[in-house]
């Protein structure tokens, strides 16, 4: 067999060794040229002001200083030439493997050229950018008004609400909280437009569609008919969110899915209740919405007047029984007296307060508007419980946002609506309940919580999760008081 390469022709030791030898010189000198270009390139970067280098102006661009770092560096590069043309050997492996090394040190050169000028260039774009995106003024400090906290009855508790508006930055919002025993609005807080108020006025308007929260007056009528009580069956059929028509056609021999009128409310759902508003009738309705403050012209027109129309049959009378329309209207106000009145089952009595005038009555007024049965408020109670221990308020308000001590301490209630309005436009999300202490229940507290989302926009965090950190901050004060 005839090989390519003769082992019997090769060179002696001392040159083949020689070779190697100005190869590994020629192979260090292109690494360090190639580290004196990426040296003197970041030397240039992080130049200080003021800086001469070979006498130039430190505003040289980068072509000028690269062409002085090549006038500099010809040098090597003329004796790399030298180099290659002294080991002209007979060898052909060593003469390619020169004109290698050199191909690739001169190759690395000008890519660590090319290299510095787009640096160059990203720096000055980048530098461009900023300047013209950077405003002239910096943003306004926000300043805090603390007077309208210091006049609350909580101050703390007031400082508390309005820290958690600033930093959810609701579109709209009224938070109210209220002591039952006495009825008074012990703190509060208001937005608007993005913007903590200093003066309340959402507390009392009346133009805020109520949604799931009118359910409370379907329920309410259904026990005072006696024809239901908490365990009653009714027939689940559909999604709960939606209420079609379909949905409020029972046949008369159903055997199909049923769900408890509890549950029903606890879940808000829709369909179910709009059957039970079907079975009740308008009038039974009417009457309960009148107990829990509805179509009332109250002293002082403070609140306004809640409105709650439903029509004597047909479909708009299952839209207004679960609360599937905006014309039935509530004020902050009133849902804080209908969760007072089911606390205490007493007759609706509205939350007052010496220092807001023109928003809440000065003192306690009382309502002639009738009184529900003792199974009727136990069975509203007892709903609301379950709205947080197998409802729509159980995601939130749990020891995810509330203190595992204060949480189990507490007997927690409520019920939560959501709804598009008009005045002011957007998502109107709600939350009205109240918490209890398990100890001594003459410690509670009730919370309303109104909220308006942008449609196509942000959205704060949600009602049930503020009033969980209401919940949980009040306890904290109320229960493990500081010795």
């Not at 530098?127 to 926000?142: D, F, G, R, S």
Request: aromatic share 8%.
């Amino acid at each position: 067999m005839k090989y390519y390469y003769d082992p019997q022709n090769r060179l002696p030791y001392k040159k083949r060794l020689r070779n190697r030898c100005i190869a590994i010189a020629i192979f260090v000198a292109a690494c360090a040229l190639i580290g004196s270009c990426i040296f003197k390139s970041g030397e240039q970067a992080t130049q200080p002001t003021g800086f001469v280098v070979n006498g130039n102006d430190p505003t040289a661009t980068s072509k000028e200083w690269i062409t002085d770092t090549l006038r500099v560096d010809s040098s090597i590069i003329d004796s790399l030439k030298e180099a290659h043309r002294a080991i002209k050997v007979k060898d052909p492996l060593t003469e390619s493997a020169a004109k290698s090394l050199f191909g690739e040190a001169k190759a690395s050169t000008e890519a660590a050229t090319k290299e510095s000028e787009r640096n160059e260039n990203l720096e000055n774009t980048q530098a461009t950018v900023t300047a013209a995106v950077t405003p002239e003024n910096p943003p306004e400090v926000e300043i805090v008004d603390s007077v309208h906290i210091k006049n609350q009855k909580d101050v703390f508790l007031a400082e508390k609400i309005d820290n958690m508006l600033r930093r959810f930055k609701p579109m709209h919002s009224a938070i109210l909280v209220v002591e039952p025993n006495s009825n008074e609005i012990i703190a509060w807080g208001e937005t608007k437009n993005y913007k903590v108020q200093n003066a309340p006025d959402y507390i009392s308007r009346n133009t805020f569609p109520a949604a799931s929260l009118a359910k409370t007056v379907t329920i309410a009528a259904a026990m005072e008919s006696n024809r239901y009580s908490l365990n009653s069956p009714i027939p689940d059929r559909g999604a709960h969110h939606t209420l079609y028509k379909n949905q409020l056609r029972v046949p008369e021999n159903y055997a199909g899915p049923t769900i408890e009128l509890q549950d029903a409310y606890a879940k808000s759902a829709n369909p179910p209740l709009g059957i039970i508003g079907l079975n009740v009738g308008a009038k039974r309705l009417r009457d309960a919405a009148k107990m829990l403050g509805y179509n009332t012209n109250f002293p002082g027109g403070l609140p306004g007047r809640s409105n709650y129309a439903p029509p004597d049959s047909g479909y708009g009378l299952a839209e207004v029984s679960c609360g599937f329309i905006q014309s039935t209207t509530l004020s902050p106000l009133l849902a804080a007296a209908q969760v007072r009145s089911i606390l205490a089952k007493k007759p609706l009595e509205i939350p007052w307060a010496k220092d807001l005038e023109g928003i809440a009555p000065k003192q306690r007024i009382a309502l002639d508007v009738g009184k529900f049965s003792e199974n009727t408020y136990y069975g509203l109670r007892a709903a609301m419980l379950r709205s947080v221990t197998n409802g729509t308020a159980r995601k939130h308000l749990s020891t995810k946002n509330m203190a595992r001590k204060n949480f189990n301490a507490l007997n927690i209630g409520g019920k939560t609506g959501s709804l598009d309005g008009n005045d002011p436009n957007g998502r109107y999300e709600w939350f009205m309940g109240f918490a209890q202490s398990k100890e001594d229940p003459k410690k509670a507290i009730i919370v309303v919580i109104m909220q308006v989302h942008d449609l196509q926009g942000y959205r704060s965090q949600p009602a049930c999760q503020v009033a969980a950190m209401i919940m949980n901050y009040w306890a904290h004060q109320t229960l493990w008081p500081k010795k």
